[in-house]
Structures are given as structure tokens and as C-alpha cells.
């Protein structure tokens, strides 16, 4: 526990100086003028329904998270490598005294207790009528329906705030933000995406024994972990001695991954892999998180992204950090933050994936955005190398399914790849030549493309000096996409890895998908075994990932052909250089950890 906090409950027993009432005068904080693509209005919400409702208080010191994260990653800077410790981050980043002392004296003027969410105090959590939450928040709660899945949730298209708590009160959730179908709902016979990851037409090959599958197989309609090795170049050999380093796999939508699925996988796959501490995994729980392990709850996302950690990252202690699901989708993510953000850094994997999305761009609030990606900087910012999947939308949003639903015909970018201060992946395909040699191209479900809300982000000068070349081709290519996306936003994705027609177990059975939930484990397993390698030098870990990325394009191999589909358009090219389906391309695995070693 930190002396210096200043919890929210000890805050409830002050004596407040100025009331606050109902009837203060209020002032539009949250609004969108259209129900999100996929829902629809489905009448008022009952007035006597309960509202869990979670208040995020503006933080303080954001600005100078970032300024240091930027000295941390940056070498020959005096500071480079030197993290913040937990301690450190929480005092940068906790609200100020009449912050809190101001949100928490008008919900008590409300009649509303609320609880601390976190120990810095700038989440706190509450619960409410539909009836009393039109009013505190001059809303109109309303039940909108997913057209895809049918499940109902409680949103408003607007809210209203006291005049006197702007600047104090940062976002209330779930109001305006709107989660994107649940594709756990999709039999894995035609899709394996229950992370809306694994996209296409998984296929089931054998039964526990494989068939007459080989695990040495490397075509281009099979791909198993030694033909990963082979592709990227990763060594089999497993890492030892004291300081190996750790990697986190990230569970969300009740995807359980499966220990004896593992077994089965590494068995057939990984048989040199001997020590019995590097062909298993961790289990943490995060916001009441479980991970039952009956073979028919098994998911196939959270079975692929575990085999494709311990099957390639070999000898690097993995951990499953499973999300409860009690709470909306994007207050999953918060929730994931919160918890690292509790943690001292002892306990923080130093690289950390995941194989979801908190949605669509226009489908989540600004702010929570904003929230979710300062927590990602927070996280960063400590030395966690933070590698997400692109989704498989192609430039048409997060959902498969809707690739071609693009609302004015213009292009839909996901969180969180969005975000700066993760590391985007998006994947490759094997394609057959001539002469019987395989080639990598560009994954047509790969997503890829450009922030609108993270509009500033280019003037980051590794990534703006890799972007420019891109962005005058694709004026010659396709003049016709100009007003589809922003070209000043945040470029994604970084780098990609193969992620089609991959080979994994599920439910005792092998099955293969595609997706760049495959290629972010993978990607992430090559930074871990990287992360080894430094600290059996004595350096510290890479931390965030993308300054050094782009500063070696040489450690990649530059996708050329290929493009990523959607909106009822060819999507982006991949050409020569940095391309927004397969960022930077796909690494040579000695020339990224010969630079990363030298990266200091």
C-alpha cells in the first residue's frame, strides 16, 4: 500500500463545503449522433433496472507519463531503460485531492455511495437506477439491440455533467460506448474467431491422434510451429538460467485455454521441449476471471494464442491472465489495466499480447479511448512490451462479418491497435511459386490502417519518416480513397507475422485457422525470447517496442503484394516499405535480436 494515496472511501466521511444537487447546471460531456452500425434502438430502458456504472476522475501527469516514456525508449537519452516503478506511476497518474473530493461530494448529495475501483483512486464505482441515472446525467437510457447476436444492453446517445465538475469528472461507462458483436457465438465448424480473431473457415483435421498429419509440414494450406520456426528464423533451443524474462496471454469472452490441449499440441508438435516447467502455463483470474478446465469448454482463441506462446516462445514462463466477464467489453480491458496498475512491477509479464478488440473506433467513446490508451502508456511506460492483433476485418472494422458495413464508405479503424503504445501485428499468407518455393503475401483479413481519434500520433518521427513514402504511392494507386481515412492518424499495423491456415489443438481435436490473433502470440513469442537474451546480457527489457522497430527496418521481410479488403473496396496495397496490412513485414528473428541486443 502507497502512504501517499488518497483513497475515495476515506473521502466519504469529510464535511463537503459547497452541495451539489441534481438540478446543478449541467453541460453535454458525451454524445454521438448515431446508434452505431449493428444496433439498434430497441425503445426506453426500464426505469427500475440497476445501472452498473463506473466513473473515471481525470488523472493527473499524463503528460509527463508520456515525456518519460519517450526517455525511456529512446537510447542515448540519460533515462533510457530506466522504467517507472508502480509507486511511480500511480503518484504521476492519481487525481487530485479536490478531484475527488468534488465527484464523490456530488454523488453523496446524490444519495449514491461509491466505491474505490483502484488504489489511485481515479475509478470509482457505483450502482443506480435507469431512473435516477436520466437524471443525475440528464440522459435517456434506452435498450439497444445487437442485430448480429440479439443480446440487449442499456445505452445513451448522450450525457450532461455539473457545469462544476468539468475537468474533475473524465467519462462515465458503459453510456455512449457500444461493444462490438460477441463472436463466441460462431460454431467453430465455419470460424474459429471467438476473440473476433481466428476468421477463416477453421477447419477440424483429425481427432486427438492428427491423422496422418506431419508436424513437419510447411505448405502453403498447413502451417505448424516448426514451420513458423523455420519461416521467421526462431530457434527451438530453450532459454535458461535466471533470467529468461516472462510473457502474459490475455483471455476475454470466456475463452478457456485448455492444459491437456496444450499437452496434446506440444506432444505432437514440440516433442524436444523435455523440462516440464516450459510445456505449461500460469493461471491469474482479473475481474472474477475463471478458466475451467472441461475439454468442451475449451476455446480455440485462448487455446492458439497459449500453444503459440509455449510452443515458440520455448522455456519462457508463460502466464494466462483470464478477464471475467461480469462487466461490458471495454471496462474488461480497464479492468486488465487496473489490475497491472495494482501490481509492483516484479509481477508484470514483460510482454504482454492480446487477441481482442474493444471495438470499433466509432463505437467507443473518445474518452475511454483516451482512458484505455494512457492505461496502455502506463503499462509501457514500465518496461511491458504490449502486442495486440489487428483484427480480421480488413479495413472494414473488426468484424468479419461486416467487413463491407462501413458507414459513407469510409474505412473502420479497431482499438486497441490504434493506440500508440501497443505494438499492432498483422499477418501473412503463404502462396505457392513456380518453382515449388513459398512466398509470403499479405493476408487479405488482415486489418490495417489509421487512427481517427488518435489524429496526432504521425508526428512520432520513426513512424511519419516510414508512412510519408506509403501515403504518395497510394495517392497514385488509388486517388479514389482520398476522404476514406485520415492520413494524418496513428498508422497501423507495425509488423506482421504468417497467420493463415495454422495448426492448433481444441477441445482434443487439431484443427487449423487463420488470423492475426495467431500472428500476435507469435510475434510476441520472438520479443520474449529477445527480452531473454537482454538480461542474460545484464540489459534490461525492450519495453515499448515501436521506436526500436522502425529504427531496423533492415531485421524484416518486406511484404509486397497482397491487400486487405473491405468497405466494398481492394483496401490498402501492400507495397515496397511500411504498408498498412503488413507494417514494417514480417522479421528475420537473428537480425531483430542481433538489433535488439544493440539497442541500448
Not at 462479418?401 to 505494438?423: L, M, Q, R, S, W
Not at 525470447?529 to 515499448?544: C, Q, S, Y
Request: net charge negative.
Amino acid at each position: 500500500m502507497i502512504s501517499s494515496l488518497i483513497l475515495v472511501g476515506s473521502l466519504l466521511a469529510l464535511t463537503y463545503a459547497k452541495p451539489h444537487g441534481l438540478r446543478a447546471e449541467m453541460v453535454l460531456h458525451e454524445y454521438i449522433t448515431t446508434i452505431p452500425a449493428g444496433f439498434v434502438d430497441g425503445g426506453p430502458a426500464n426505469p427500475e433496472s440497476l445501472l452498473d456504472l463506473q466513473i473515471a476522475l481525470v488523472q493527473g501527469g499524463m503528460d509527463d507519463l508520456i515525456e518519460t516514456l519517450h526517455n525511456v525508449s529512446s537510447p542515448g537519452h540519460p533515462s533510457f531503460g530506466q522504467y517507472l516503478s508502480q509507486e511511480d506511476v500511480i503518484k504521476l497518474t492519481s487525481p487530485a485531492q479536490e478531484t475527488i473530493v468534488a465527484v464523490t461530494a456530488w454523488l453523496h448529495d446524490a444519495g449514491l455511495n461509491a466505491t474505490a475501483m483502484t488504489l489511485a483512486g481515479d475509478w470509482i464505482q457505483l450502482n443506480a437506477t435507469v431512473s435516477l441515472a436520466n437524471e443525475l446525467f440528464d440522459a435517456d437510457f434506452s435498450v439497444f439491440i445487437d442485430t448480429a447476436t440479439g443480446a440487449q444492453s442499456i445505452r445513451t446517445l448522450n450525457y450532461s455533467i455539473p457545469a462544476d465538475l468539468v475537468g474533475h469528472l473524465d467519462f462515465v461507462h458503459p453510456t455512449i460506448s457500444f461493444s462490438s458483436s460477441d463472436p463466441s457465438q460462431v460454431t467453430t465448424s465455419s470460424s474459429a474467431d471467438r476473440g473476433n480473431i481466428l476468421r477463416t473457415n477453421t477447419t477440424i483435421l483429425a481427432r486427438a491422434n492428427h491423422g496422418s498429419l506431419n508436424p513437419e509440414t510447411c505448405n502453403a494450406k498447413v502451417v505448424t510451429p516448426k514451420c513458423v520456426q523455420r519461416l521467421h528464423g526462431i530457434p527451438a533451443t530453450m532459454v535458461s538460467g535466471q533470467h529468461t524474462g516472462t510473457l502474459g496471454v490475455v483471455g476475454m469472452n470466456d475463452q478457456y485455454a485448455n492444459l491437456e490441449d496444450l499437452k496434446s499440441f506440444l506432444e505432437y508438435y514440440r516433442p524436444d521441449i523435455t523440462a516440464p516447467h516450459a510445456k505449461t502455463f500460469n493461471v491469474v483470474s482479473v475481474n472474477g476471471g475463471q478458466n475451467p478446465q472441461d475439454i468442451n469448454q475449451a476455446g480455440d482463441e485462448a487455446n492458439v494464442d497459449t500453444q503459440y506462446t509455449v510452443g515458440i516462445a520455448t522455456g519462457v514462463p508463460t502466464t494466462f491472465y483470464t478477464v471475467g466477464t461480469e462487466a461490458p467489453k471495454t471496462n474488461g480491458f480497464q479492468a486488465l489495466l487496473n489490475y497491472f496498475k495494482a501490481q509492483p512491477n516484479d509481477r508484470l509479464p514483460g510482454v504482454l499480447t492480446f487477441s481482442y478488440a474493444a471495438g470499433n473506433e466509432p463505437a467507443v467513446s473518445a474518452k475511454t479511448l483516451n482512458r484505455l490508451c494512457n492505461g496502455f502508456a502506463a503499462l509501457t511506460v514500465r518496461g511491458v512490451s504490449v502486442i495486440v492483433a489487428t483484427m480480421d476485418g480488413g479495413v472494414g472494422g473488426a468484424d468479419p462479418k461486416n467487413i463491407n458495413d462501413c458507414p459513407e464508405g469510409k474505412f473502420i479503424p479497431v482499438f486497441p491497435a490504434t493506440c500508440p503504445y501497443v505494438t499492432a501485428v498483422g499477418s501473412t499468407t503463404m502462396q505457392p511459386l513456380p518453382d515449388g518455393a513459398l512466398s509470403q503475401v499479405a493476408a487479405g483479413l488482415s486489418g490495417g490502417g489509421f487512427s481517427n481519434h488518435f489524429a496526432d500520433q504521425m508526428q512520432f518521427r520513426f513512424q511519419e519518416a516510414a508512412v510519408r513514402p506509403y501515403l504518395k504511392q497510394l495517392d497514385r494507386l488509388h486517388p479514389e480513397y482520398a476522404g476514406k481515412f485520415n492520413p494524418s492518424g496513428r498508422a497501423y499495423p507495425d509488423v506482421s507475422t504468417v497467420g493463415n491456415f495454422v495448426v492448433f489443438d481444441s477441445q482434443d481435436k487439431a484443427k487449423r485457422g487463420a488470423g492475426t490473433s495467431i500472428s500476435a502470440p507469435i510475434f510476441a513469442s520472438m520479443i520474449a525470447l529477445i527480452n531473454a537474451e537482454r538480461l542474460a546480457a545484464g540489459k534490461t527489457v525492450l519495453g515499448w517496442l515501436n521506436g526500436f522497430l522502425y529504427a531496423n527496418p533492415g531485421a524484416f521481410v518486406d511484404i509486397v503484394s497482397g491487400s486487405n479488403p473491405g468497405c466494398n473496396t481492394d483496401g490498402f496495397p501492400a507495397t515496397p516499405g511500411w504498408d498498412p496490412v503488413t507494417g514494417l513485414g514480417t522479421p528475420i528473428f537473428d537480425r531483430l535480436k542481433a538489433a535488439g541486443l544493440a539497442w541500448q
